[in-house]
Each structure stands twice: as C-alpha cells, then as structure tokens.
C-alpha cells in the first residue's frame, strides 16, 4: 500500500454556487469542472499517490476544496472550523476519512475559526494566515495542539487573498513562491522567490522534483524548469473561478505510520 495518501472530494452538483470573496463572480460549468477534478486526480495517482475519496457533500456548493476542512502533521489530524458559516457542515465525511485512516483526531473548537488553505508547512515551521477565514483563536489551537508534536508555528497577516495558500506556497528545498501583489509580507519568509503569475504561486509537490501546477501560469512553469524542477500542469480553469488552486483540491498524507 502505498506510504502517500491523498484525500479529495468529488464536486457536488451546487459547485456553481461556491463563495467568492475577492474576485468577480463568472459563471462554472459543473460537468466541465468533474473532467477537470478526474484529471487532476489522475495526475495524483500517476505520481504514486494514493487518492481516497471522502463522502461527497453534495449540499456544500465548496465541498470540492477539501483542503480547508483539515489540517494534517505528522498523524495528528486537526479538523477545521471555517470562518465561513456555511462550510462547517463539509467536515464530518473528512473527520470520518482521517479517523479511518488511522490518524489522531482533534478539533478547533469555537470561537476560533480556520481553513486548512491558510496553513503552509515547510518541514516543521507551520505558517498560518490570519484573514478572513482564520482568526487568533484558531491560530492559538493550532499552535496548543502541534507544538507539543515540535511545529514551529508562525502567524502571517492575510488581506489581498482568501488563504495564505492562495498568496504563497513552497518549493521542496523549501524556498517560498508567491505573487507579490497578492502578499502582505514577504519578508516573513527566510527564502522568497517571486514568480511572474499568480497561479504561479500554486506549487503541489508530487514527489522528487515535479511540482503539480496550473496550466493557467506557463512563465512560472517556465521559470521553474530553469531552476532544475518538473512542472506537471493540470487545467483547473473552473475551480480558478471560484478562488480554487491546485493544493485546495487534496489534502496530502506522507507516512502516517512512521
């Protein structure tokens, strides 16, 4: 079996209705989405990841962005508790996904709220943005619960994007990529690389030297085989309309058992 598990969820038929804060409202095409989701998936398993597919939540429009419903270290799972009201329901086919998997379950509690895509961890520093989904409570249960574990938890301010994630993400020698515009404080990170895109600032590390990414930033994936990696783009146009990026769609478990 193998050591790298992925979880997803597959869009629900209210996808269309998903929340959007920061940018213009465009129309989804849901079916369009599905074969954009399968895709994504496959490129999950064809990089040696096992995908398990939690319950769908077909009355959560979101449900697809299983990344905001849990927090993962080590094989501490930390459920999430959304600032957005609406998405709490989306979290119990996930609590019931980790607890099957064998891992240690704990929650964020009211009134602290988070979204797991405000959560970047690079090795054992665990940065968790501050904004509109994820306020100083939840920032303090995060930190009760991974710092006995050896986290390194750092706050970072959040204001130009939905999630930290959506601003920032890392490289596997843990260099930091982000779009400036849409951050509040680079220099919060020991190692930055700016990149030309804002998509380009989504990177999910498949293994060895190839990064998942969104076919929407070529200059980026440009710039990254000049540095020595693999981009593999995926096309996931339909969940970019509704603030979604490639590490929104997964939720990745490395060696829960080691």
Same mark, same amino acid.
């Given at each position: 079996m193998s050591s790298k598990k992925a979880l997803v969820r597959r869009p629900g038929p209210r996808l269309? $209705?998903?929340?959007?804060?920061?940018?213009?409202? $465009? !129309?989804?095409? /849901?079916?369009?989405?599905v074969e954009q989701w399968e895709a994504y998936t496959e /490129?999950?398993?064809?990089?040696?990841?096992?995908? &398990? $597919? /939690?319950? %769908?939540?077909?009355?959560?429009?979101? @449900? &697809?962005f299983v990344e905001d419903t849990v927090v993962m270290y080590r094989n501490v799972a930390?459920?999430?508790? @959304?600032g957005a009201e609406s998405r709490? %329901? $989306?979290?119990?086919?996930?609590?019931?996904?980790?607890a099957a998997l064998g891992c240690s379950v704990n929650w964020i509690w009211e009134p602290g709220t988070l979204d797991g895509g405000d959560v970047l961890?690079?090795?054992?520093? /665990?940065?968790? !943005?501050?904004?509109?989904?994820?306020?100083a409570a939840g920032i303090q249960?995060?930190?009760?619960?991974?710092?006995?574990?050896?986290?390194r938890v750092v706050a970072v301010p959040v204001n130009k994007v939905l999630h930290l994630k959506s601003a920032v993400t890392a490289l596997p020698d843990g260099t930091v990529v982000g779009h400036i515009p849409n951050l509040d404080a %680079? @220099?919060?990170? %020991?190692?930055?690389?700016?990149?030309?895109?804002e998509s380009g600032a989504h990177v999910v590390l498949l293994g060895g030297d190839r990064l998942l990414m969104a076919a929407s930033a070529p200059k980026t994936a440009e710039l990254f085989a000049d540095l020595g990696y693999a981009p593999v783009p995926v096309d996931i146009g339909e969940f970019e309309k509704l603030e979604g990026c490639v590490t929104c769609l997964s939720?990745?478990?490395?060696?829960?058992?080691a």
């Open positions: 269309a $209705e998903g929340l959007v804060t920061h940018i213009e409202r $465009e !129309g989804v095409d /849901v079916d369009r989405a /490129v999950l398993r064809g990089h040696g990841w096992e995908t &398990v $597919e /939690v319950d %769908p939540a077909d009355d959560c429009p979101d @449900s &697809v930390l459920i999430a508790r @959304s709490h %329901p $989306e979290t119990t086919g996930v609590e019931e996904a980790v961890k690079i090795g054992d520093t /665990v940065y968790v !943005g501050r904004g509109g989904r994820t306020n249960q995060l930190r009760a619960t991974f710092e006995p574990l050896g986290a %680079p @220099s919060l990170f %020991p190692r930055f690389l700016p990149v030309p895109e939720v990745r478990l490395r060696d829960l058992h």
